[in-house]
């Protein structure tokens, strides 16, 4: 079993920037995810990263201003968000999958998360 806990969120300014970190501890994976959810809006699949690979996936509403990374040394995963809107705003996951590295993308069925923490965007 993998084990998932999340770290960094907090409250910042449109155009801001916060760094989300991702431990991981268990059963082995080879793929990482993040995932949002808003207050009435369904999970959106935000960046994905291979761990083997480095292969990534981004949701549209992300690319160029989200990056998904990886520290296998330290099993951690890390989502640098930069140039934060308010519809950023959300309960942030991290989550785990094994499988074909192909796979490894945000419409990807993912079956270990963690217990998620929030972003708020806001002036």
């Known amino acids: 079993q993998v084990q998932l806990m999340e770290s960094g969120g907090g409250s910042v300014q449109p155009g801001g920037s916060l760094r989300l970190s991702c431990a991981v501890s268990g059963d082995s994976y080879n793929c990482i995810g993040w995932f949002r959810q808003a207050p009435g809006k369904e999970r959106e699949g935000v960046a994905t990263i291979s761990t083997g690979a480095s292969n990534t996936d981004y949701a549209a509403s992300v690319q160029g201003r989200f990056t998904i990374s990886q520290d296998n040394a330290r099993n951690t995963a890390y989502l640098q968000m930069n140039s934060l809107k308010a519809d950023d705003t959300a309960m942030y996951y991290c989550?785990?999958?094994?499988?074909?590295?192909?796979?490894?993308?945000?419409?990807?069925?993912?079956?270990?998360w963690g217990q998620g923490t929030q972003v708020t965007v806001s002036s």
């Open positions: 989550a785990a999958r094994k499988g074909l590295a192909h796979r490894c993308r945000v419409s990807a069925n993912f079956a270990a």
